[in-house]
């Protein structure tokens, strides 16, 4: 009997395991889900929520590097560039809506359209905009800068900073908090009109940024340049996230879902 079922079982092993036939339609299923999917994505990413990525200081100390962002595209409507690759579908803006000053806008830059910025919102069409003594004056009238303590950058490489940090008051009453980091050119300039259609920007961290003061890198952007508000922070860390073995003292989990001011 022992023999008879070893024989069996040789038998058995020589026998191939039976497969059941591929189906064409299974591959054609998943290339099906993988095109839903990818078509949800450039739907949600072009009418709803785009990330972004802050990889400079120039908004500190709201937006700090290594922030990620929510930019909310409906905020102001739709143009070319609330759509990947930019492509020309129509002119202007549709179901526009005007921005809010101090708004934290993202917006693609004047010079070089494949470049997305993020920067404060201060001036709309027709304002006039000068610094003086390191003192914002919108239409003439001086936007109230109060001394707010000190805002301790723990990003520099030489180690944690201190840099004088203020509030300022915009006409429509919204405090914006702003540093004052040293004396830099672009505490006195001359005055910037803005023109119909455009809107002018500045950066938080108010001499580190690179913004509308600046007339032939960025100056006056135009409506249709606007993304979109940005809304919120959904992950900070200060290291690239390929940068693992940093991970577990990289994070800043009192950023995550912080809403922007």
Not at 184 to 198: F, K
């Amino acid at each position: 009997m022992k023999n008879f079922i070893k024989k069996f079982q040789k038998t058995a092993d020589k026998i191939p395991s039976a497969k059941p036939p591929e189906n064409p339609e299974d591959k054609f299923g998943f290339f099906q889900t993988l095109a839903a999917a990818m078509l949800c994505a450039v739907i949600v990413r072009s009418f709803f929520f785009e990330p972004f990525h802050i990889p400079s200081g120039s908004m500190k100390p709201n937006l700090l590097i290594g922030d990620y962002i929510f930019v909310s595209k409906f905020s102001y409507g739709y143009s070319r560039y609330s759509f990947p690759l930019g492509y020309k579908f129509f002119e202007g803006r549709i179901f526009s809506s005007t921005p809010k000053r101090g708004d934290v806008a993202v917006f693609r830059l004047p010079s070089d359209p494949k470049v997305n910025y993020v920067k404060r919102l201060i001036g709309f069409p027709g304002d006039k905009i000068q610094v003086r003594d390191g003192v914002v004056y919108l239409n003439d009238q001086k936007i109230e800068k109060v001394s707010d303590g000190f805002f301790d950058d723990k990003d520099l490489d030489i180690g944690k900073s201190k840099i004088l940090q203020f509030s300022e008051t915009l006409p429509e009453g919204k405090v914006v908090t702003t540093l004052d980091q040293a004396i830099s050119p672009q505490d006195n300039t001359g005055i910037y009109e803005v023109p119909q259609g455009h809107y002018f920007m500045m950066g938080d961290n108010r001499d580190n940024s690179q913004d509308s003061r600046f007339l032939n890198e960025v100056g006056y952007v135009p409506e249709e340049n606007l993304i979109g508000r940005a809304s919120f922070i959904f992950f900070s860390s200060r290291y690239a996230l390929w940068q693992l073995w940093e991970m577990h003292h990289s994070i800043r989990f009192d950023r995550i879902f912080k809403k922007l001011n």
